[in-house]
C-alpha cells in the first residue's frame, strides 16, 4: 500500500495565519490526491482534489499544490470556521490511503 | 441533494457479526462506484472496501478482507457491509462514501459522505 505522511499531526495558529499543510507519499502518485476537512463528530468534507482543484462552494482561501510525492495544503487566512483537522488522501491505487491527519487548533 | 445514510451500528461481542446499511439518495446510485471508511475512536480515516457501480467488482483492505463483504441493492439504492468475526480492533464509526466516479481513479475520490455509525467491540 501507498502510505502517506503529514505533518505536524498539530498546528497551532491565530485567525488570520497563512497556514501550511504537508503531505508526502511513499511513492509517485501523479497528482491523485484529495485534500478533506473534519470537524468533531462530524463526516469528512471534500476540499480539493487532483491536487489543487477547489471543489465547488469551498472557499478560496484553500489551495492545494505538488505532484510526484510532496504535497501542501495552504490557507491563505485562518478564518474560525478552519479549525479542524485535515486529512490528505490518496487516489492512485484501488487502495486509497490517508495520512494521519493534522488538527489546526486556536492558538 | 445527495443523501447517505448508514444504520445499523450496535455494541457486539468479540466473534460476532453485523450489517451496516447505507441509504442513498439524491443520485443515480448504479452510476457511481460506493465506498465504506472507518475511523476508530481518536483516530485517523481508514478506507475499508469498495464496490463498483454494477456491483461486480469488490476491493477491500488487507486488515478486512476475509471478514468483510461489501454489497449493493439497486432496487432500494441501499449499499451494505456484512461484517463478521468482529474484533476490538474494528471498533469505530463507518461511513460510507460516494466516489466522484464510475471507472479508474475517480472511484476512490471521495465527494460526499453519511453521517457514521458506530460500531463498538466489546465483551
Known amino acids: 500500500d501507498i502510505q502517506m505522511t503529514q505533518s505536524p499531526s498539530t498546528l497551532s495558529a491565530s485567525v488570520g495565519d497563512r497556514v501550511t499543510i504537508t503531505c508526502r507519499a511513499s511513492q509517485s502518485i501523479s497528482s491523485w490526491l484529495a485534500w478533506y476537512q473534519q470537524k468533531p463528530g462530524k463526516a469528512p468534507k471534500l476540499l480539493i482534489y487532483k491536487a489543487s482543484r477547489l471543489e465547488n462552494g469551498v472557499p478560496s482561501r484553500f489551495s492545494g499544490s505538488g505532484s510526484g510525492t510532496e504535497f501542501t495544503l495552504t490557507i491563505s487566512s485562518l478564518q474560525p470556521d478552519d479549525f479542524a483537522s485535515y486529512y490528505c488522501?490518496?487516489?492512485?491505487?484501488?487502495?486509497?490511503?490517508f495520512g494521519q491527519g493534522t488538527k489546526v487548533e486556536i492558538k | 441533494e445527495v443523501q447517505l445514510l448508514e444504520s445499523g451500528g450496535d455494541l457486539v461481542q468479540p466473534g460476532g457479526s453485523l450489517r451496516l446499511s447505507c441509504a442513498a439518495s439524491g443520485f443515480t446510485f448504479s452510476t457511481y462506484a460506493m465506498s465504506w471508511v472507518r475511523q476508530a475512536p481518536g483516530k485517523g480515516l481508514e478506507w475499508v472496501s469498495a464496490i463498483s457501480g454494477s456491483g461486480g467488482t469488490t476491493y477491500y483492505a488487507d486488515s478486512v478482507k476475509g471478514r468483510f463483504t461489501i454489497s449493493r441493492d439497486h432496487s432500494t439504492n441501499t449499499l451494505y457491509l456484512q461484517i463478521n468475526s468482529l474484533r476490538a480492533e474494528d471498533t469505530a464509526v463507518y461511513y460510507c462514501?460516494?466516489?466522484?466516479?464510475?471507472?479508474?481513479?475517480?472511484?476512490?475520490?471521495?465527494?460526499?459522505w453519511g453521517q457514521g455509525t458506530l460500531v463498538t467491540v466489546s465483551s
Open positions: 488522501q490518496q487516489y492512485n491505487s484501488y487502495s486509497p490511503t
Open positions: 462514501a460516494k466516489a466522484r466516479g464510475l471507472f479508474g481513479v475517480l472511484t476512490n475520490l471521495f465527494d460526499y
